[in-house]
C-alpha cells in the first residue's frame, strides 16, 4: 500500500490527461458510478544527465498508437 489519497490520484491523472500523456480507454458505469480505465501514451522514457543538462526521451506506447 503506496497510502497516496485517492484525491491526489485524480488530480495527477487529470493533469496527465490535460497533457494527453494518458487518456480513457474505457468508461463504463457501475451501480451509479463513474470507473475510467486510464492508459499511458508513453512506452518507455530515457533522462541522460549531461553536466547541468537533462535530456528527456520519450517513446509512444505502440499498444496506445492507433487510438
Excluded: C, Q, W
Excluded at 23 to 37: A, S, T
Excluded at 53 to 66: G, T, V
Amino acid at each position: 500500500d503506496l497510502n497516496i489519497s485517492l484525491s491526489a490520484v485524480y488530480k495527477t491523472l487529470g493533469k496527465l490527461e490535460g497533457l494527453t500523456l494518458v487518456f480513457v480507454e474505457k468508461f463504463e458505469l457501475k451501480e451509479g458510478k463513474k470507473i475510467k480505465f486510464y492508459k499511458s501514451r508513453i512506452g518507455n522514457a530515457e533522462i541522460a544527465l549531461h553536466g547541468y543538462d537533462a535530456i528527456l526521451k520519450l517513446y509512444p506506447n505502440k499498444s496506445a498508437s492507433d487510438m
